[in-house]
């Protein structure tokens, strides 16, 4: 080939001096081995290049679709996750709420309870109180009398009537 353009370009020189104009036929012929070679690099570099890219980008889209729809997945997941937690913790709260009310009412029958039985002893012990106070005031009054007597009989001397 080399050989055919060593040939071809003296004679294209010889026709004109200095001639700026370039021959048809020279660059035909210089334009052969370019295409030939463009077209031999595209069936054999360019088009498997061109497909693996596609490929590539192809294989990219559907990853970046997959991931994006793990994502709404797992979004959605979480979401219903935690739409249950509060749900049971709600549920918790009013369970809480009446072991509190139940403790609340057993700590109120408690204290009544105790406050009753506080109160029956409290008038137990005053009614005893108030029992012994007569037994007390009935004896004071029978030793204060004896007492009065005795009293009379030695400052007189004499037994008294009573």
């Known amino acids: 080939m080399s050989l055919t353009l060593f040939l071809l370009v003296p004679a294209a ?9 370039p021959d048809p036929v020279l660059v035909a012929v210089q ?5 030939a070679a463009m077209a031999i690099l595209h069936s ?13 980008e ?10 994006l729809e793990l994502q709404q997945k797992a979004e959605e997941r979480l979401a ?12 918790v709260a009013k369970v809480r709420a009446a072991h509190r009310a139940k403790a609340m009412e057993a700590r109120e029958a408690a204290l009544a309870q105790a406050r009753a039985e ?17 037994l007390a005031a009935q004896q ?20 008294t009537a009573a």
């Open 118 to 134: 506080a109160e029956a002893r409290l008038n137990e012990a005053i009614e005893a109180i108030n029992g012994e106070r007569a």
């Open 80 to 91: 219903r996750y935690e739409a249950k937690l509060a749900e049971a913790r709600a549920e």
């Open 13 to 21: 020189h010889a026709s004109s001096d200095l001639s700026i104009i």
């Open 140 to 159: 004071l009054e029978r030793l204060s009398g004896e007492l009065a007597s005795d009293i009379t009989q030695k400052v007189l001397g004499r037994a």
């Open 31 to 35: 334009m052969l081995p370019f295409f």
């Open 58 to 67: 192809a294989a990219t889209a559907g990853a970046r679709a997959e991931a």
């Open 44 to 56: 054999l570099a360019f088009k498997p290049f061109i497909a693996y890219l596609e490929d590539r």
